[in-house]
């Protein structure tokens, strides 16, 4: 009886040890995520205000990524990263967005109201 006892102990043990298993860190995610930001920083993303703070935030998140892989916690790194990823990209479309505009007021061009057509 002691036995099966012992024996039933010993495995739970080993299911609670493999639950709290830590995730791998997650280092594509990292590589991603820094990737979005020199992209951010390579359009010029420092010379448009909302493009300049979504790449700021980014860069933050990194770091705390970076520390949160540094105390094994490695699952709330990702969903870190992946907020940084997606702050990096919306600094990438601010960025081009705001080069579009300025290739548009450069040319002259305006926008054609819907419905009308070329002829």
């Known amino acids: 009886m002691k036995r099966e006892i012992v024996s039933y102990l010993g495995g739970g043990v080993l299911l609670l040890g493999s639950a709290c298993a830590s995730s791998p860190a997650p280092t594509d995610q990292l590589a991603s995520a820094q990737a979005a930001v020199r992209a951010s920083q390579e359009l010029g993303a420092n010379k448009v205000p909302e ?69």
């Open 51 to 119: 493009a300049q703070l979504h790449q700021q935030l980014a860069e933050e998140q990194i770091q705390k990524a970076r520390r949160q892989m540094e105390d094994d916690e490695n699952e709330q790194a990702a969903l870190t990263l992946q907020r940084a990823k997606a702050d990096a990209e919306l600094s990438v479309a601010l960025a081009r967005q705001e080069d579009a505009r300025s290739q548009v007021a450069q040319s002259g061009e305006t926008a054609m109201p819907t419905g009308d057509s070329v002829k």
